[in-house]
């Protein structure tokens, strides 16, 4: 399992960063749009935070409000573990929070402005200008993966004796194929 789940990590890392040289193009790789709501083929429209390095509560709500209503209903937000933090610690002038918790059952659940929050580690980080900081869109929609063959065990009892050594491949590619049904967070103001 310890090889599966190093596998599994490049994997996602390459979802997000990979540049599509033998691996899968990644979300943050792409451009932005020159003009804001003016779509542009291979590239991603990215709204401005509000903030120099971080969130503010008008930027996250632009960037909901920049998707297109067709792509809301399965729209989710993806950050880092940090970044929601940033986020649920917004106050307004009233000194109220702009992020409160929900809850389901009396469990909080991870919401921001009523769609569901993923943590993904590999999200750039907040307190760095020109970072995309968050995404908000159909995921599903708008990437798309591909696995060929699965996850591939060949036993090699030769090349460490005494000891055998499993090799792993598996043959995965991704790329963004709705460039309409996600938008980014990008620290600026």
Do not use: C, H
Not at 114 to 120: D, L, P, Q, S
Not at 168 to 185: P, S
């Amino acid at each position: 399992t310890k090889g599966a789940d190093k596998i599994s990590r490049t994997e996602n890392s390459a979802f997000f960063a990979g540049n599509g040289v033998n691996k899968p193009k990644g979300l943050l790789t792409y451009a932005a749009w020159a003009s804001a709501g003016v779509y542009e083929r291979d590239k991603i429209e990215q709204i401005n935070s509000g903030a120099a390095t971080t969130f503010t509560a008008d930027g996250l709500i632009d960037t909901q409000a920049s998707l297109k209503e067709a792509y809301q209903a399965q729209a989710i937000w993806m950050m880092k573990r940090m970044s929601f933090g940033a986020i649920i610690k917004l106050k307004g002038a009233d000194n109220f929070y702009f992020g409160p918790m929900m809850l389901a059952d009396g469990v909080p659940t991870m919401q921001l402005l009523g769609k569901r929050v993923i943590f993904a580690d590999d999200m750039q980080a907040t307190g760095t200008g020109s970072n995309l900081i968050a995404a908000y869109g159909d995921v599903g929609r708008a990437y798309t993966i591909l696995d060929r063959v699965g996850l591939q065990v060949l036993r090699d009892p030769y090349s460490a004796d005494p000891y055998t050594l499993f090799r792993l491949r598996r043959r995965t590619g991704g790329d963004v194929t709705n460039f309409d049904a996600i938008k980014f967070t990008k620290a600026s103001s």
